[in-house]
C-alpha cells in the first residue's frame, strides 16, 4: 500500500522529505482542533454523538487529494454552497474504494470519503483539475459514476477544495476513512488474543511482550570479540553494545518496540499502570547498529547469515532459512534505572509488529451494537466517554487508535431512530422547527442510499490509520507496474553520452510485476528497503537493469568474458566471487578448495578478458552449484533475495538516507530514436542516486559527477518514474526552475 495524506503541504521549514512521520502527523492534527468536527465523536448541545471523521482545516485554494489509488463509489459536485442557521456549508463530496495489501497475506479494503469540497460556484476556473468523470455533473444531488471504467483514480488527484463546514472565517473538508466487516477482518489483529507470534506479514515496528520475572544480563552473551563495526563508539563516544546491569523485571510485564530509524536501532519499553494505562519506561538508542546489520548477522549467525538478518530485524525467522543459532540478545530497560540484555527468542514472549495493531499503544475496537442503545448517534460506551471527558495528550492519543463501528451519519433512512434522544426535552432539537431544519441540513448532506454499503460500519481515525499504514509500503501489482515507464529513454553507451535514444515500451515490460511481486516485497523488508528514498533508487535501478521489469537474465551474458558467470536477478548478481558471497550468506556450504579454485579461475578470465577459463570449469562444478546459480534467475525467493543482499552489501541504504534534489538536463533525442527524433528532451539527475547507483555497479566512480556506469540515463529516467509512485513531495524543476510533481512528458504505464 501506498498511501499519504489529503493535504501536501509543504512543512514551514525544512525539506519534506526530511519531515518525520510523528511531525507530520502532529502538524495535520493542528489543523483538525475543530471541536465540532472532532474523531472519535462531537458535541451536540451538551450530548456526544459519533463522528466518523475529522474537520481537517485549509485554505480554499489547496487542493484535496485523494489519498490512495481507488475508484469513485458516489460523489456530488454541488452548483452552490448551502446555509443552515445562519452559517455556510458544502455538500460536495467523493467517496473513494481502495483495494489493497499491507502484505502476501493481508488483503486491505477500504473507503475514503472527502465531504463539504467546494461547491462549483467557487471553483474559479479550477473545474478542469477535477476528475473527468464528474467535473461536468454540477447537480445538488448524488450520483454513481455512469462508467467505472473511468472512474479509476490515482494517489495525488485533486479531488476538490476545501469548502465551507457550517462555520464563518474558516475553510475546510470532513475527512473518514471506513471500512465493513469483512474488510476489518481480513487486517486488523486484536493483539491482546496473540500468545506467540502474530502476523507473518510484519511491517513497521517489532514489538515484544516480555512477561515477569524474566533475566537480563550485563553484557551481549554472545558479542564476537575483536574491533568490528560492534565496538567502534559514535562521534559522541556513545557505544553500540554499552553495559548494562544484570536483573529482572520482577512484577511487571514489559511492552517494548522496537524500531530501526537509519543508522539507529531504537528500543522503547513500556509497563501498565494501575490505572490500566501505559506508561514509558525509557528508551535505548544504539549508534550505527542500522547500518550494521549484515556485519552483525555475519557474526552472530556465521553458519547461516541470512536467517540471522531476519532474527535482528524481525525477532523470528519467516523464511525457511535457518541457523544452528536461535538467539535474539538485545538491550532493553527493565526497571527506571535499569537495563540489560536479554534473548527475546525464548518461550513466553510474544512477538508482533505494527501489522497486528499493539493494543497498548491504544489500538481497540469499540462497537455501538454492543452498547445500551446501538441505533442511535450518541455516544454511551463508558471507557469512551470517560476517554473523551480528559484533557490530557495520552487520552487524546488513546482517542486516535479507538476502531469504532456506528452507523453513518450519511444515511437518511433512520433519522428519527438515530436523533430521537436529541429530540426529548432539554435537549437541543426539542422543537419541531429546529428539528426540520436539523433533517433538511441532513439531507441534503446525505448519499448512503447510493452505496450499497451496511447502515453500519468501522470508522477510524483517518490521520492516525494513514499514518500506521505508511509503515507498510508494501506494493501492490499495480503500484509496482506504475514504476515502469511508458516510454523510455536509452543512453547508447557508458555515462551520459550523446546517442539517447526514446522508445515505447515493450509488450512484456513490467510482466515481473505480478509472478515477483510478493519476493520482491518481503526482500525489500528484510533488507531495510523500506523509505521511500531507499525504495525509489531500489526501482530506479533494478527497472533498468531487469529491462523494464521483463527478464531476470542479462541480455546477451552468454557472449560476456564472465560468463556463465552473468547477471541474473533483480539486480542482475554478476561475477563469481558475488555469487560465492551471496551463498555464504545463505549458509550454503561451499568445499574451500572448490571456493578457491573458482576464485582463482574468475581472476584468469578477469585477466584475459576471455570466458574459456570459466567455461572450462564448468566440466569440474558440482551439480548443486550450477542449480544454486540458475536459481537466481528462475527462483522467485532467489531473484529478490540476492538483490537486496547485494544492496546491503555495498551500503546502498546508507546513500538514500540523505535527500539530494533532482536536476534537469536537456538534450536532443538522437535521430535513431523510434519516437520524437531530434526532439529536445529532459531527464533529472541526482546525486544521491547516481551515487548509490555506482555503489551497486561501478564503485570505482563512486565520486565521478558523471561514472561511466552502462544505462546511467535509462536510470535516471526509471528513477523519476519511481519517485513519482512513491513520493508525496516529488521535485522536479521546469526550465524556469518551478517545481512540478511530475517530470516533463511524463506518463504512467498504468
Same mark, same amino acid.
Given at each position: 500500500?501506498?498511501?499519504?495524506?489529503?493535504?501536501?503541504?509543504?512543512?514551514?521549514?525544512?525539506?519534506?522529505?526530511?519531515?518525520?512521520?510523528?511531525?507530520?502527523?502532529?502538524?495535520?492534527?493542528?489543523?483538525?482542533?475543530?471541536?465540532?468536527?472532532?474523531?472519535?465523536?462531537?458535541?451536540?448541545?451538551?450530548?456526544?454523538?459519533?463522528?466518523?471523521?475529522?474537520?481537517?482545516?485549509?485554505?480554499?485554494?489547496?487542493?484535496?487529494?485523494?489519498?490512495?489509488?481507488?475508484?469513485?463509489?458516489?460523489?456530488?459536485?454541488?452548483?452552490?454552497?448551502?446555509?443552515?442557521?445562519?452559517?455556510?456549508?458544502?455538500?460536495?463530496?467523493?467517496?473513494?474504494?481502495?483495494?489493497?495489501?499491507?502484505?502476501?497475506?493481508?488483503?486491505?479494503?477500504?473507503?475514503?470519503?472527502?465531504?463539504?469540497?467546494?461547491?462549483?460556484?467557487?471553483?474559479?476556473?479550477?473545474?478542469?483539475?477535477?476528475?473527468?468523470?464528474?467535473?461536468?455533473?454540477?447537480?445538488?444531488?448524488? =450520483?454513481?459514476?455512469?462508467?467505472?471504467?473511468?472512474?479509476?483514480?490515482?494517489?495525488?488527484?485533486?479531488?476538490?477544495?476545501?469548502?465551507?463546514?457550517?462555520?464563518?472565517?474558516?475553510?475546510?473538508?470532513?475527512?473518514?476513512?471506513?471500512?465493513?466487516?469483512?474488510?476489518?477482518?481480513?487486517?486488523?489483529?486484536?493483539?491482546?488474543?496473540?500468545?506467540?507470534?502474530?502476523?507473518?506479514?510484519?511491517?513497521?515496528?517489532?514489538?515484544?511482550?516480555?512477561?515477569?520475572?524474566?533475566?537480563?544480563?550485563?553484557?551481549?552473551?554472545?558479542?564476537?570479540?575483536?574491533?568490528?563495526?560492534?565496538?567502534?563508539?559514535?562521534?559522541?563516544?556513545?557505544?553500540?553494545?554499552?553495559?548494562?546491569?544484570?536483573?529482572?523485571?520482577?512484577?511487571?510485564?514489559?511492552?517494548?518496540?522496537?524500531?530501526?530509524?537509519?543508522?539507529?536501532?531504537?528500543?522503547?519499553?513500556?509497563?501498565?499502570?494501575?490505572?490500566?494505562?501505559?506508561?514509558?519506561?525509557?528508551?535505548?538508542?544504539?549508534?550505527?547498529?542500522?547500518?550494521?546489520?549484515?556485519?552483525?548477522?555475519?557474526?552472530?549467525?556465521?553458519?547461516?547469515?541470512?536467517?540471522?538478518?531476519?532474527?535482528?530485524?524481525?525477532?523470528?525467522?519467516?523464511?525457511?532459512?535457518?541457523?544452528?543459532?536461535?538467539?535474539?540478545?538485545?538491550?532493553?530497560?527493565?526497571?527506571?534505572?535499569?537495563?540489560?540484555?536479554?534473548?527475546?527468542?525464548?518461550?513466553?514472549?510474544?512477538?508482533?509488529?505494527?501489522?497486528?495493531?499493539?493494543?497498548?499503544?491504544?489500538?481497540?475496537?469499540?462497537?455501538?451494537?454492543?452498547?445500551?442503545?446501538?441505533?442511535?448517534?450518541?455516544?454511551?460506551?463508558?471507557?469512551?466517554?470517560?476517554?473523551?471527558?480528559?484533557?490530557?495528550?495520552?487520552?487524546?492519543?488513546?482517542?486516535?487508535?479507538?476502531?469504532?463501528?456506528?452507523?453513518?451519519?450519511?444515511?437518511?433512512?433512520?433519522?428519527?431512530?438515530?436523533?430521537?434522544?436529541?429530540?426529548?426535552?432539554?435537549?437541543?432539537?426539542?422543537?419541531?422547527?429546529?428539528?426540520?431544519?436539523?433533517?433538511?441540513?441532513?439531507?441534503?448532506?446525505?448519499?448512503?442510499?447510493?452505496?450499497?454499503?451496511?447502515?453500519?460500519?468501522?470508522?477510524?481515525?483517518?490521520?492516525?490509520?494513514?499514518?500506521?499504514?505508511?509503515?507498510?509500503?508494501?506494493?501492490?501489482?499495480?503500484?509496482?507496474?506504475?514504476?515502469?515507464?511508458?516510454?523510455?529513454?536509452?543512453?547508447?553507451?557508458?555515462?551520459?553520452?550523446?546517442?539517447?535514444?526514446?522508445?515505447?515500451?515493450?509488450?512484456?515490460?513490467?510482466?515481473?510485476?505480478?509472478?515477483?511481486?510478493?519476493?520482491?516485497?518481503?526482500?525489500?523488508?528484510?533488507?531495510?528497503?523500506?523509505?521511500?528514498?531507499?525504495?525509489?533508487?531500489?526501482?530506479?535501478?533494478?527497472?533498468?537493469?531487469?529491462?523494464?521489469?521483463?527478464?531476470?537474465?542479462?541480455?546477451?551474458?552468454?557472449?560476456?568474458?564472465?560468463?556463465?558467470?552473468?547477471?541474473?536477478?533483480?539486480?542482475?548478481?554478476?561475477?563469481?566471487?558475488?555469487?560465492?558471497?551471496?551463498?555464504?550468506?545463505?549458509?550454503?556450504?561451499?568445499?574451500?578448495?572448490?571456493?578457491?579454485?573458482? =576464485?582463482?579461475?574468475?581472476?584468469?578470465?578477469?585477466?584475459?578478458?576471455?570466458?574459456?577459463?570459466?567455461?572450462?570449469?564448468?566440466?569440474?562444478?558440482?551439480?548443486?552449484?550450477?542449480?544454486?546459480?540458475?536459481?537466481?534467475?528462475?527462483?522467485?525467493?532467489?531473484?529478490?533475495?540476492?538483490?537486496?543482499?547485494?544492496?546491503?552489501?555495498?551500503?546502498?541504504?546508507?546513500?538514500?538516507?540523505?535527500?539530494?534534489?533532482?536536476?534537469?538536463?536537456?538534450?536532443?533525442?538522437?535521430?535513431?530514436?523510434?519516437?520524437?527524433?531530434?526532439?529536445?528532451?529532459?531527464?533529472?539527475?541526482?546525486?544521491?542516486?547516481?551515487?548509490?547507483?555506482?555503489?551497486?555497479?561501478?564503485?570505482?566512480?563512486?565520486?565521478?559527477?558523471?561514472?561511466?556506469?552502462?544505462?546511467?540515463?535509462?536510470?535516471?529516467?526509471?528513477?523519476?518514474?519511481?519517485?513519482?509512485?512513491?513520493?508525496?513531495?516529488?521535485?522536479?524543476?521546469?526550465?524556469?526552475?518551478?517545481?512540478?510533481?511530475?517530470?516533463?512528458?511524463?506518463?504512467?504505464?498504468?
Amino acid at each position: 500500500m501506498i498511501i499519504s495524506y489529503p493535504i501536501l503541504t509543504m512543512p514551514p521549514a525544512g525539506n519534506a522529505m526530511e519531515e518525520s512521520e510523528d511531525a507530520w502527523l502532529a502538524r495535520l492534527l493542528a489543523e483538525s482542533d475543530d471541536p465540532k468536527g472532532a474523531y472519535p465523536a462531537r458535541m451536540i448541545g451538551n450530548t456526544y454523538c459519533w463522528h466518523g471523521g475529522l474537520h481537517i482545516g485549509a485554505n480554499s485554494a489547496t487542493p484535496v487529494r485523494a489519498i490512495a489509488d481507488g475508484t469513485i463509489v458516489a460523489y456530488r459536485l454541488a452548483p452552490k454552497t448551502e446555509t443552515y442557521e445562519g452559517r455556510p456549508y458544502d455538500t460536495s463530496f467523493v467517496l473513494l474504494r481502495h483495494e489493497t495489501e499491507t502484505g502476501a497475506a493481508t488483503p486491505v479494503v477500504f473507503y475514503s470519503l472527502y465531504m463539504n469540497l467546494a461547491a462549483a460556484e467557487h471553483l474559479h476556473g479550477r473545474t478542469d483539475t477535477l476528475p473527468a468523470c464528474y467535473r461536468t455533473r454540477t447537480s445538488p444531488d448524488a =450520483r454513481v459514476p455512469d462508467d467505472p471504467k473511468n472512474a479509476k483514480i490515482y494517489r495525488r488527484d485533486i479531488l476538490g477544495y476545501p469548502g465551507s463546514q457550517h462555520q464563518t472565517g474558516r475553510s475546510g473538508f470532513h475527512f473518514e476513512i471506513f471500512c465493513t466487516d469483512e474488510a476489518l477482518a481480513g487486517f486488523f489483529r486484536d493483539s491482546g488474543r496473540i500468545t506467540e507470534n502474530g502476523s507473518a506479514d510484519i511491517y513497521g515496528d517489532v514489538h515484544f511482550v516480555i512477561p515477569e520475572g524474566k533475566s537480563f544480563v550485563a553484557a551481549h552473551p554472545r558479542l564476537p570479540k575483536g574491533n568490528g563495526v560492534w565496538r567502534t563508539a559514535d562521534k559522541d563516544g556513545n557505544l553500540m553494545f554499552p553495559a548494562g546491569t544484570a536483573g529482572s523485571n520482577t512484577g511487571q510485564q514489559l511492552y517494548v518496540s522496537v524500531r530501526l530509524d537509519k543508522d539507529k536501532r531504537i528500543t522503547i519499553a513500556r509497563i501498565r499502570t494501575a490505572q490500566g494505562q501505559y506508561r514509558e519506561l525509557g528508551r535505548v538508542e544504539q549508534p550505527g547498529y542500522g547500518y550494521a546489520m549484515l556485519a552483525l548477522a555475519e557474526a552472530l549467525y556465521p553458519d547461516n547469515p541470512s536467517a540471522g538478518l531476519e532474527w535482528l530485524t524481525f525477532g523470528r525467522v519467516l523464511s525457511e532459512e535457518r541457523s544452528r543459532h536461535t538467539d535474539n540478545w538485545q538491550l532493553v530497560h527493565y526497571a527506571p534505572s535499569s537495563v540489560g540484555y536479554i534473548d527475546l527468542s525464548q518461550a513466553g514472549i510474544v512477538r508482533l509488529s505494527d501489522a497486528d495493531f499493539p493494543h497498548w499503544l491504544g489500538w481497540k475496537k469499540v462497537e455501538e451494537g454492543a452498547m445500551l442503545t446501538p441505533a442511535d448517534a450518541i455516544v454511551d460506551e463508558p471507557a469512551t466517554l470517560q476517554m473523551l471527558s480528559g484533557n490530557g495528550d495520552a487520552g487524546k492519543a488513546a482517542l486516535r487508535h479507538l476502531v469504532v463501528k456506528h452507523p453513518t451519519e450519511w444515511d437518511i433512512s433512520d433519522l428519527d431512530a438515530r436523533f430521537a434522544r436529541l429530540r426529548e426535552p432539554g435537549m437541543p432539537l426539542v422543537s419541531e422547527d429546529s428539528w426540520q431544519r436539523f433533517k433538511e441540513q441532513a439531507q441534503k448532506l446525505a448519499f448512503w442510499q447510493h452505496t450499497g454499503l451496511p447502515r453500519a460500519v468501522w470508522h477510524f481515525n483517518p490521520l492516525q490509520f494513514i499514518h500506521h499504514m505508511r509503515r507498510a509500503l508494501w506494493l501492490s501489482v499495480g503500484e509496482l507496474r506504475q514504476a515502469v515507464p511508458a516510454r523510455m529513454l536509452r543512453g547508447i553507451g557508458s555515462g551520459i553520452p550523446d546517442k539517447i535514444v526514446y522508445e515505447a515500451a515493450t509488450r512484456d515490460a513490467g510482466v515481473l510485476a505480478r509472478s515477483h511481486k510478493d519476493r520482491l516485497n518481503t526482500a525489500w523488508r528484510k533488507y531495510g528497503i523500506t523509505t521511500r528514498a531507499r525504495l525509489a533508487a531500489f526501482l530506479g535501478n533494478s527497472v533498468q537493469e531487469t529491462v523494464w521489469f521483463s527478464t531476470l537474465e542479462e541480455k546477451g551474458g552468454s557472449r560476456y568474458w564472465y560468463s556463465p558467470w552473468f547477471g541474473r536477478g533483480f539486480l542482475q548478481l554478476t561475477h563469481t566471487p558475488n555469487y560465492l558471497e551471496y551463498w555464504k550468506f545463505r549458509g550454503r556450504n561451499i568445499d574451500a578448495a572448490m571456493d578457491a579454485a573458482l =576464485r582463482a579461475t574468475y581472476g584468469r578470465a578477469k585477466q584475459l578478458r576471455s570466458n574459456v577459463p570459466l567455461h572450462g570449469a564448468e566440466l569440474t562444478l558440482a551439480g548443486n552449484i550450477v542449480n544454486w546459480r540458475e536459481d537466481v534467475a528462475v527462483d522467485a525467493y532467489s531473484a529478490a533475495d540476492s538483490a537486496g543482499h547485494y544492496w546491503l552489501k555495498n551500503r546502498a541504504n546508507e546513500e538514500l538516507d540523505t535527500i539530494k534534489p533532482n536536476y534537469r538536463h536537456a538534450f536532443s533525442v538522437h535521430f535513431s530514436s523510434q519516437l520524437r527524433r531530434q526532439d529536445a528532451f529532459v531527464f533529472y539527475e541526482n546525486a544521491s542516486f547516481r551515487r548509490a547507483s555506482c555503489i551497486v555497479n561501478l564503485p570505482g566512480h563512486l565520486s565521478r559527477k558523471n561514472p561511466q556506469l552502462n544505462g546511467l540515463v535509462d536510470r535516471y529516467h526509471a528513477y523519476a518514474y519511481a519517485q513519482v509512485l512513491l513520493f508525496d513531495y516529488p521535485t522536479f524543476p521546469d526550465r524556469a526552475g518551478i517545481v512540478q510533481f511530475k517530470p516533463e512528458d511524463y506518463e504512467w504505464k498504468r
